[in-house]
């Protein structure tokens, strides 16, 4: 006789401990509207002086003023773990020596015309642990 699976939940952090869940990851995806559709990218990112600083293979082009950003770690086999999103106005990186500078810290998943670096401005900052229900 199996036993069956243990009821999760998701509990709502606070926008400091969304943060820190954030500062301690490195991937996620960023995502914003272009044309009818809603497009996410992978990206890598660190977080600096209050801002959110992404690197992810879109055209700075596409990248309209306001973005979200989304980082989780869930574990498959638990279905427990956290999960963060920012959303905010974003603004293309566009000085030489900071685009260096992140181009050797945030590895990429391409270069040339679809590598951009971009600063989001949080405006909201949500986040979840998921987790086990207590029996």
Do not use: C
């Amino acid at each position: 006789m199996s036993t069956p699976p243990a009821a999760l939940r998701m509990v709502e952090v606070s926008g400091a401990e969304a943060l820190w869940l954030l500062e301690g990851s490195e991937l996620g995806r960023l995502v914003y509207p272009q044309r009818e559709m809603t497009v996410i990218r992978p990206g890598r990112h660190t977080w600096e002086y209050g801002r959110l600083v992404v690197r992810a293979p879109a055209p700075a082009a596409a990248i309209p003023a306001t973005a979200t950003y989304h980082v989780d770690e869930v574990r498959a086999a638990t279905g427990t773990g956290w999960s963060v999103t920012v959303t905010g106005p974003v603004d293309v990186i566009t000085d030489p020596n900071e685009a260096a500078h992140y181009q050797r810290t945030l590895a990429g998943w391409s270069h040339g015309p679809h590598d951009t670096l971009l600063r989001l401005h949080p405006k909201t900052v949500s986040g979840f642990r998921l987790a086990r229900a207590e029996a």
